[in-house]
């Protein structure tokens, strides 16, 4: 009878546990594409690679490319650029890294607000430019 109320408050706190908090990086890896800004971040659709316009592709090993505007003018039409960086997962699903950028290279800070095999939606906690 233990065993069985055991198996059973398991299996409650694993049907109970929240799908779109990633437990490991392994869960971001791939590659996000049209991006949507907010003010409460940025949203993005999972895809095999990118498109005609913006994107991150987290990969393994802590390898970061952005695909993001040429150069500093955002009126169209916009031509993009693969920019490429690093990136690590900290704890709290928080994302910390560097990549390059048309200007110089920018650290940026984001958490995790939502992640499923399909979307992805993040927070800016930190964006420090860097002109060079």
Not at 23 to 29: C, G, L
């Amino acid at each position: 009878m233990k065993t069985n109320l055991l198996a059973f408050t398991i299996l409650l706190f694993t049907l109970g546990c929240d799908s779109e908090t990633p437990e490991h990086s392994s869960a971001i890896d791939g590659y996000w594409i049209n991006p949507v800004y907010s003010e409460n971040g940025i949203a993005y659709s999972r895809a095999n690679n990118f498109k005609n316009g913006g994107g991150m592709a987290f990969l393994a090993e802590g390898k970061l490319i952005e695909r993001a505007n040429a150069g500093g003018c955002g009126t169209p039409p916009i031509t993009y650029a693969n920019y490429y960086g690093n990136w690590q997962m900290k704890a709290d699903s928080i994302i910390v890294g560097t990549s390059e950028y048309w200007g110089g290279t920018v650290d940026f800070k984001f958490q995790i607000k939502k992640l499923t095999n399909e979307k992805l939606k993040l927070s800016v906690l930190e964006m420090d430019y860097h002109m060079e």
